[in-house]
């Protein structure tokens, strides 16, 4: 990957909506090199896919928990069995195996404390948990989607 690929990823990351010839303004290639830089860069996985960004709030998703969970059971079998329980729940946006004190660690979105305490209960009743904290967000100071790209001079 090289300087012209990170910065078609940063344009894409700021808008990839654009058109191809407007990428390529941007980063000085004409459409037909941009478009197969694009593409390759698709076929080898580092453009995932391109999504609408969505304001949580003015959907009704106005909470964001932080769930910190810890299991006894470190089998293979409970991983497998939690991870396809907590994967299925469309509340949880981030889902991480962690390294430290907890044992994994979700990012939940869910309209008031009711909706939380309805995901918390189907949570709690579909696998053994040791310990279930959760953290409630009272404000959201930073948040993207875009990832700093290594190498990119327009950081």
Same mark, same amino acid.
């Not at 053994?128 to 327009?154: D, W, Y």
């Given at each position: 990957?090289? &300087?012209?690929?990170?910065? #078609?990823? &940063?344009?894409? $990351?700021?808008?990839? @909506?654009?058109?191809?010839?407007?990428?390529?303004?941007?980063?000085?290639?004409?459409?037909?090199?941009?478009?197969?830089? #694009?593409?390759?860069?698709? !076929?080898?996985? +580092?453009?995932?896919?391109? +999504?609408?960004?969505?304001?949580?709030?003015?959907?009704?998703?106005?909470?964001?928990?932080?769930?910190?969970?810890?299991?006894?059971?470190?089998?293979?079998?409970?991983?497998?069995?939690?991870?396809?329980?907590?994967? @299925?729940?469309?509340?949880?946006m981030e889902f991480y195996r962690m390294a430290?004190? +907890?044992?994994?660690?979700?990012?939940?979105?869910?309209?008031?404390?009711?909706?939380?305490? /309805?995901?918390?209960?189907?949570?709690?009743? !579909?696998?053994?948990?040791?310990?279930?904290?959760?953290?409630? /967000?009272?404000?959201?100071?930073?948040?993207?989607?875009?990832?700093?790209?290594?190498?990119?001079?327009? $950081?």
């Open positions: 990957m090289d &300087a012209t690929d990170r910065k #078609i990823l &940063a344009v894409l $990351q700021e808008n990839a @909506a654009l058109s191809v010839a407007e990428i390529g303004q941007r980063v000085g290639l004409s459409s037909t090199p941009c478009w197969k830089r #694009i593409q390759r860069l698709e !076929a080898d996985g +580092v453009i995932v896919k391109r +999504v609408a960004l969505i304001d949580q709030d003015r959907i009704g998703l106005g909470i964001s928990v932080f769930v910190s969970i810890e299991t006894g059971d470190h089998s293979q079998e409970w991983l497998d069995r939690f991870a396809k329980t907590v994967t @299925a729940m469309p509340e949880v430290g004190d +907890v044992d994994y660690m979700l990012r939940v979105v869910v309209p008031d404390i009711a909706g939380y305490d /309805a995901f918390y209960k189907r949570l709690i009743a !579909a696998v053994p948990l040791k310990n279930v904290t959760s953290r409630f /967000a009272m404000e959201k100071i930073k948040s993207t989607t875009a990832l700093p790209i290594p190498g990119n001079s327009n $950081q």
